[in-house]
T-cell receptor, first 111, second 115 residues
């Protein structure tokens, strides 16, 4: 069964304090690993899609990496506006395009 | 690019009435749209997959007669909650898949409150 586990569940950082969020996954035939950001009361905002181990993508202070078992979302010198819930999801060959989501990591960045 | 809209953003209705939520892909054609439900402090729960011109595929445990889904065009899908009850109160989010990849773009969500 395809599964996604995110850790930690919650993370508090001081502004400028870099850290990483983890997404561990098991999936049959990975078709893609996805990172989204969700603000309270809003729909998820697309950040990255990673397709194969070794792939990396960057956007501003965020960098996503992928191995065969996990993905990391690295946040460099975060700002208070980076506070949000970050969701990881996978799609596999047995799921016909569906995304399997983790429970998310809620990040709070204090000024 | 890849913008998805939902309407309404908030709706309050009385128990027993029906509510329709629209989901539109504004700048791309979406052959597949998805409907999710999200409870407070929980992740997204997939309700159904909607393909243009065909019947929706519902996840296990989702009542297809209660949550009617129509995907009449490549840019519009609708979710109708029929005979709504207070337990149907939730945050409903749609998404649309662009092109051959599995990347989904999400709408802003609709907060449904049933009194």
């Amino acid at each position: 069964e395809d599964q996604v586990t995110q850790s930690p569940e919650a993370l508090r950082l001081q502004e400028g304090e870099s850290s990483s969020l983890n997404c561990s996954y098991t999936v049959s035939g990975l078709r893609g690993l996805f990172w989204y950001r969700q603000d309270p009361g809003k729909g998820p905002e697309f950040l990255f899609t990673l397709y194969s181990a070794g792939e990396e993508k960057e956007k501003e202070r965020l960098k996503a990496t992928l191995t065969k078992k996990e993905s990391f979302l690295h946040i460099t010198a975060p700002k208070p506006e980076d506070s949000a819930t970050y969701l990881c999801a996978v799609s596999g060959s047995s799921n016909t395009g569906k995304l399997i989501f983790g429970q998310g990591t809620t990040l709070q960045v204090k000024p | 690019g890849a913008v998805v809209s939902q309407h309404p953003s908030r709706v309050i209705c009385k128990s027993g009435t029906s509510v329709k939520i629209e989901c539109r892909s504004l700048d791309f054609q979406a052959t597949t749209m998805f409907w999710y439900r999200q409870f407070p402090k929980q992740s997204l729960m997939l309700m159904a997959t909607s393909n243009e011109g065909s019947k929706a595929t519902y996840e296990q445990g989702v009542e297809k007669d209660k949550f009617l889904i129509n995907h009449a065009s490549l840019t519009l899908s609708t979710l109708t909650v029929t005979s709504a009850h207070p337990e149907d109160s939730s945050f409903y989010i749609c998404s649309a898949r662009q092109g051959p990849t599995d990347t989904q773009y999400f709408g802003p969500g609709t907060r449904l409150t049933v009194l």
